[in-house]
């Protein structure tokens, strides 16, 4: 299209220039072949000029080359090389479009341009005829097929350029081909363009995969029917793993268990054929919900279940009309009545083996009559011997309707789980779903649609019947001093800012008033002004050091003329704390030479600088390694920032993986001396101890991140002498101090040679790269080592208070004494410190003596030139004088 573009445009140009020129020649006749060949040829090499030279600016990337020469400064290490890169775009998941600089904005422009700029085609990762996945076109189709129809679907949520929407698209195609006779159905759809659809299903991810069950269930306050979402929150993106996932979605409860033979009589009937499963397993065989839901009304499925653990010899029961089994290896387990009379012999099952094609086949030769279409069931928690109206069920058909509704309904008793100990900003809605206030309650909804993904939404119900009635009521009251519920309000909004410890922080009420109504603007200044602004404030002076900082953590940056940090970008930087490094550099204008650095075009802009994760610890240790740079290519919302980082973080884990070995398995938690003896000790090489305060310290959350952290650095290190333990400084904390480890400088690592006696304890943050730095530094004698001559033991089951005696002994250096090198005031300027602290405290100290020695090399330079030149002065008037 670009080239046939161009030869119109030329042959248009070259038309009106032959016009002109055949009429200041007068002529009006054909030019000649020569100067018709002349021209093709200009015309086809001014072609081929301008394709190449658009194909060379679509391929530059920039690239940021670091290296280690600590005499040079930041910026004279970071090198620009243009050279063809495929990282730039790895995170890109949309087409560049024109960005403003505001928050509130670019919301229309978006609209009206996500069509066209983030379409994509679900056929090009699915063959309608061979994949075995359904592409819906739109969320009309998604809702009409999917929430109004008794069907059970998986359905993939993906974005345009999205790789691992891409990568998993075989393994989604064969779970759909697998599970096609239990007719649990497969379908995909692209958010782009159904925006409304991704923010009623809250997709906070692509590829999402969501399940749907065959029933509604009833809401009785908003009174809607709909059916739940179920997301897939597995990291295995296999056939297996998507399998075992789909058949969690199908409904659980039409199948039958009993507990007894006598139990049976109550439950086969004339009207349809029972089947009967005899089990000794907990759970009910997927392919059996299969058929009890599929095959609905036309046959009957019962489980009969019995316990395998007995001593008894033949422990399996023997179902009504069969013969006692003599084996136990005989007992029939799978038999059908056609009826209602126990005494005639069942028909046994037939098949080779207990697979779901052979068990349908056997089913579909006994079935009942032919039912017609059935209509979506509802799920209703009524109360005991509570029938539904007439008047009820008509209205629940008049409003059956797709629900949009942004909040998750929770409940009081799990409120401390889902908000407190979460480190996620939430914003809690208490209401009261009445019907005066249900439409206050919708319209205050409703107005959260543009800060969607910014922060969990949750609503806690303060007129629910039932027994959390009044646990409901008392949490609002605390949670609101008092001020709802209340005669008037329909609703009361608190906000959750992230923390690590929202115990200890405040939370923040939206006091709603005629000046303050309820709206998009107002909450997000509510939103904004609460949030904590984590983002680093960049400048001329401190722009290398934050690239050279930390260089294995991707740091996310915008570039913009704006006094503050925008709301959005600290709820984005809040949000993937853990993830990113995030800064904001202020442009003076669009001339700035730090955006000519950067190749920056225009503002604002955000891009994201990374190192590949393919680079080894080893590379990293040797203090060579490349930057690469990726701009954020689509308009600045938060929900598109959000999945590109979203993007980035897992393509960046996807390396991480591909790299590490899959043996590597999860480093042990050390509680007796035993244990540490067989993992540490007995092992030989290195062994690094990740120190790392339990669950009794810290939260649940916090502690499984950790222990991840450590999990990957094992893998970071895996083919190296290292092996790898946790133990908890906490409730070890003679063990832990005899490393230096105290609950300040936890979590920490100490890497610990134990026939030489000697240790390494890292001071800095636990990151996995930074943990797997420590080790290789080690490793290669980069790093002082301290002696310990007695490792303490670890005593089981922990410490109490007053096994607090030991006392760490003094640091063993074989070189010198920190003491003389340090003077006598170590003892009090040192007070506290731990030996890998004095350790940094003494390198500074040598630092600082060089670059003062260095000072006054260069003060006795300067001074015997400007003696010389002295010199030759006295000998020129010398001379003079002579003369004279």
Not at 419 to 446: G, H, N, Q, Y
Not at 461 to 481: F, P
Not at 536 to 565: E, H
Not at 789 to 795: E, G, T, Y
Request: glycine letters at 4%.
């Amino acid at each position: 299209s670009l080239s046939l573009s161009l030869s119109r445009t030329m042959s248009a140009t070259t038309r009106r220039r032959q016009g002109r020129e055949r009429k200041r020649r007068g002529s009006f006749v054909r030019d000649d072949g020569c100067w018709s060949a002349a021209r093709r040829f200009f015309v086809v090499v001014s072609m081929t000029k301008i394709a190449i030279l658009m194909m060379m600016m679509m391929m530059v990337a920039p690239r940021w080359v670091l290296f280690d020469d600590n005499n040079e400064n930041a910026s004279s290490r970071i090198a620009r090389r243009t050279t063809r890169s495929t990282s730039a775009g790895v995170f890109a998941f949309a087409s560049a479009s024109d960005v403003g600089d505001e928050d509130d904005d670019d919301d229309e422009h978006e609209n009206a341009s996500s069509n066209d700029a983030f379409h994509t085609e679900v056929t090009t990762l699915y063959d309608p005829n061979t994949s075995g996945v359904f592409g819906f076109q739109s969320s009309e189709q998604f809702k009409e097929k999917v929430m109004e129809m008794r069907d059970v679907w998986v359905v993939q949520f993906i974005a345009p350029g999205c790789q691992p929407c891409k990568d998993m698209a075989p393994s989604f195609s064969r779970a759909a081909l697998s599970l096609k006779s239990m007719n649990i159905k497969f379908g995909a759809i692209d958010i782009a363009g159904n925006e409304d659809l991704g923010r009623s299903m809250q997709i906070s991810r692509v590829p999402a995969i969501v399940g749907f069950g065959g029933k509604k269930t009833w809401n009785p306050y908003r009174k809607i029917a709909q059916k739940l979402s179920n997301e897939y929150r597995g990291d295995a993106l296999t056939a297996r793993a998507l399998r075992e996932f789909a058949v969690k979605n199908l409904p659980d409860d039409e199948v039958e268990r009993i507990d007894s033979i006598d139990e049976l009589k109550n439950v086969v009937s004339d009207d349809v054929p029972t089947l009967v499963y005899v089990t000794d397993k907990s759970e009910t065989p997927s392919m059996l919900k299969a058929l009890a839901w599929n095959q609905k009304n036309r046959i009957r499925v019962v489980e009969v279940t019995y316990d395998s653990s007995t001593d008894d010899l033949l422990p399996t029961p023997v179902l009504p009309g069969l013969e006692a089994h003599e084996d136990e290896e005989d007992a029939v387990k799978l038999v059908l009545y056609k009826d209602a009379d126990l005494t005639k012999k069942p028909i046994l099952f037939d098949g080779e083996s207990m697979s779901k094609d052979e068990v349908f086949a056997f089913a579909g030769k006994h079935l009942g009559p032919e039912v017609g279409d059935l209509e979506v069931e509802v799920i209703r928690n009524k109360k005991d011997g509570e029938k539904s109206s007439d008047g009820e069920k008509k209205e629940e058909e008049e409003e059956n309707k797709y629900d949009s509704s942004l909040f998750i309904e929770k409940q009081p008793k799990s409120f401390e789980q889902d908000v407190t100990e979460k480190k996620e900003a939430v914003v809690v809605m208490f209401t009261k779903r009445t019907d005066e206030c249900s439409l206050k309650v919708e319209e205050a909804i409703d107005a959260f649609v543009k800060l969607q993904f910014q922060a969990e939404l949750y609503e806690y119900v303060v007129n629910r019947d039932g027994t959390d009635i009044s646990n409901a009521v008392k949490l609002a009251e605390t949670q609101t001093m008092g001020k709802f519920p209340n005669k008037e309000d329909c609703f009361s909004l608190m906000y959750y800012p992230f923390s690590d410890n929202k115990e200890d922080d405040e939370s923040y009420p939206f006091e709603v008033s005629e000046d303050n109504p309820v709206n998009d603007a107002n909450l997000k200044a509510w939103m904004y002004e609460n949030t904590p602004d984590i983002v680093l404030r960049l400048s001329q002076d401190n722009l290398d050091q934050y690239l050279a900082t930390d260089p294995f953590t991707p740091k996310c940056v915008l570039f913009s003329q704006k006094d503050d940090t925008p709301g959005m970008y600290k709820t984005l930087a809040a949000n993937f704390k853990d993830d990113f490094h995030f800064g904001f550099f202020q442009a003076e204008d669009k001339n700035d030479p730090n955006l000519q650095k950067f190749n920056i075009p225009k503002l604002p802009a955000v891009q994201l600088l990374f190192i590949n994760p393919a680079i080894t610890p080893q590379q990293e240790a040797s203090g060579n390694v490349q930057m690469n740079s990726a701009p954020f290519p689509g308009p600045m919302n938060y929900i598109y920032l959000r999945q590109w980082l979203m993007e980035a973080k897992n393509q960046i884990k996807k390396k991480d993986e591909a790299k590490s070995p899959g043996k590597v398995v999860p480093p042990p938690h050390v509680a007796t001396q035993k244990e540490f003896h067989d993992e540490c000790e007995s092992k030989g090489g290195l062994c690094a101890i990740a120190f790392i305060p339990g669950t009794s310290s810290s939260s649940q959350s916090m502690f499984e991140d950790r222990v991840e952290r450590a999990f990957e650095a094992a893998k970071l290190t895996s083919g190296r002498p290292f092996t790898w333990i946790i133990v908890d400084p906490i409730v070890q904390k003679t063990f832990a101090r005899a490393f230096d480890v105290l609950p300040h400088n936890s979590p920490t690592v100490t890497v610990l040679q134990p026939r030489k006696g000697r240790y390494a304890t890292m001071s800095g943050s636990f990151d996995p790269r930074e943990l797997a730095k420590h080790c290789e530094l080690v490793l290669n004698g980069k790093t002082r080592t301290f002696m310990i001559q007695d490792v303490p033991k670890i005593i089981d089951g922990g410490e109490s208070e007053d096994e607090n005696d030991y006392e760490p002994e003094e640091p063993i250096e074989e070189e010198f004494d920190l003491s003389d090198i340090m003077g006598e005031e170590t003892d009090d300027a040192t007070l506290g410190l731990t030996r890998a602290e004095l350790a940094e405290l003494e390198r500074k100290k040598e630092e600082e003596e060089l670059a003062e020695a260095e000072r006054i090399k260069e003060e006795e330079k300067k001074q015997q030139k400007s003696s010389g030149k002295k010199k030759k002065k006295k000998g020129k008037k010398k001379k003079k004088k002579e003369e004279l």
